[in-house]
Nanobody
Framework: QVQVVESGGGLVQAGGSLRLSCTAS????????MGWFRQAPGKEREFVAAISWNGGSTYYADSVKGRFTISRDNAKNTRYLQMNSLKPEDTAVYYC?????????????????WGQGTQVTVSS
């Protein structure tokens, strides 16, 4: 069983930065692709970024491209989402997810394991 836990959310002013962290336990989790998704109140969960098992491939939603960076450190069993130039529209609960394949995906249906989410609030 894989357990996913996010941390690092909080309140930040527009233009500021936050770094989210995600740890995933499990024997083979280092071979899993990972993704970040977010869900704002009254909206559907949407894709933010994804990274392949070895970090060789990354993919971003157009809305965050150039501002967010996804990375992973398999030695530390941790994945990161560095968020810069934050905007009020980035306010949401952010979820980390793992899928038991090495290749990345932008579809939430492709991910089997999810964290509980961490709140990010960007004030104007």
């Amino acid at each position: 069983q894989v357990q996913v836990v996010e941390s690092g959310g909080g309140l930040v002013q527009a233009g500021g930065s936050l770094r989210l962290s995600c740890t995933a336990s499990g024997r083979t989790v280092s071979s899993y692709a990972m993704g970040w998704f977010r869900q704002a109140p009254g909206k559907e969960r949407e894709f933010v970024a994804a990274i392949s098992w070895n970090g060789g491939s990354t993919y971003y939603a157009d809305s965050v491209k150039g501002r967010f960076t996804i990375s992973r450190d398999n030695a530390k069993n941790t994945r990161y989402l560095q968020m810069n130039s934050l905007k009020p529209e980035d306010t949401a609960v952010y979820y980390c997810a793992a899928r038991p394949y090495g290749s990345l995906s932008f579809s939430p249906l492709s991910y089997d394991y999810w964290g509980q989410g961490t709140q990010v609030t960007v004030s104007s």
